[in-house]
Each structure stands twice: as structure tokens, then as C-alpha cells.
């Protein structure tokens, strides 16, 4: 099975920083999309950042310019940078990866994380 485990979640004041790293491991083939999501309370999960295993980024309008995704092909992690962080920011975020097991064939499976809090306030 393939784990994903998050780190680096906190509490902070608006304007504030945090990183989140993800690390994947076990019996994974490939990493091909990685990604971060979060989820506040009374709202469904939203996408907040993807890359590609090539590097393509993807940003959702609210975290651009102020959110930075960025990952290690040779580690499998993705990390998210969050600068300026502003009290709507607070959530779960969960990391996300579409991972390659290899057996006869290689099939692709969507792995999430456990969640870490993020909690914006002054």
C-alpha cells in the first residue's frame, strides 16, 4: 500500500507563513499528479494546488501569488508554501497524489493524506 503523510501544519496570524511537505511512501511505481486540497468547516473540500509530474502547477484563484506548490520527484514529496496567509485560509488541508503500482500491469490510484490544520487568526 502507498502512505502519504503530512507535516507542518499550525496556527499563525494573518500575514503570516507556513510550509506543508507531504511524503509518499511504499510500494509505488510512479508519481505522476500531486497536489493539495483543503476543507473548512461546513464547506466540501476545494482544490488549492496541483503540479505535474513534469512541473505544471496549477493554482486555485484565491491562493495565487501567495501559495507556492513545488515537489522532489526522487523523495515523492510535494511541499506548499503559504505566504500571507489570511484568516479564509483556515482549513484541513490534505494532500493528494495519483500513484502507479506496478504488478502485472500498472494501475493508477488516488492516495490522500490524513489532513493538518491550518488555523489563520490574530
Known amino acids: 500500500q502507498v502512505q502519504l503523510v503530512e507535516s507542518g501544519g499550525g496556527e499563525v496570524q494573518p500575514g503570516g507563513s507556513l510550509r506543508l511537505s507531504c511524503a509518499a511512501s511504499g510500494r509505488l511505481f510512479i508519481i505522476n499528479g500531486m497536489g493539495w486540497y483543503r476543507q473548512a468547516p461546513g464547506k466540501q473540500r476545494e482544490l488549492v494546488a496541483t503540479?505535474?509530474?513534469?512541473?505544471?502547477?496549477n493554482y486555485a484563484d484565491s491562493v495565487k501569488g501567495r501559495f507556492t506548490i513545488s515537489r522532489d520527484n526522487a523523495r515523492n514529496t510535494v511541499s506548499l508554501q503559504m505566504n500571507n496567509l489570511k484568516p479564509e485560509d483556515t482549513a484541513v488541508y490534505y494532500c493528494?497524489?495519483?500513484?502507479?503500482?506496478?504488478?502485472?500491469?500498472?494501475?493508477?490510484?488516488?492516495?490522500w493524506g490524513q489532513g493538518t490544520q491550518v488555523t489563520v487568526s490574530p
Open positions: 493528494n497524489a495519483h500513484v502507479g503500482i506496478s504488478n502485472v500491469v500498472i494501475t493508477y490510484h488516488d492516495y
Open positions: 503540479i505535474t509530474r513534469s512541473g505544471t502547477t
